[in-house]
């Protein structure tokens, strides 16, 4: 098969727009107000308790197991979150 320039673009472009849709700004995410207000005042909260790292890992565990996530997608998010994190 030969590869002329007009597909060799359209290929490019395509996998261009996979790109921009597999990356998350997850600052542009819209929340729903009630969230956002509660998730504002939880993180303002966690931000002046100054816990140990016992404690950290407690409140992440509640608030995961509250969203009812399974270990694999877990880390799928954990993956996802690491790479938005190096990107800024």
């Given at each position: ?21 597999n ?5 542009k ?27 950290r ?23 996802k ?8």
């Amino acid at each position: 098969m030969k590869l002329t320039k007009s597909k060799l673009k359209e290929v490019i472009r395509e996998v261009l727009e996979e790109e921009t849709i597999n990356e998350v700004n997850f600052d542009k995410i819209k929340l729903p107000s009630v969230v956002n207000r509660f998730l504002n005042k939880f993180v303002d909260s966690m931000k002046g308790a100054n816990l140990n790292r016992m404690k950290r890992a407690a409140i992440l565990y509640k608030v995961i197991d509250a969203a009812g996530m399974t270990p694999q997608q877990l880390m799928a998010d954990i993956q996802k979150i690491k790479t938005a994190m190096k990107n800024d």
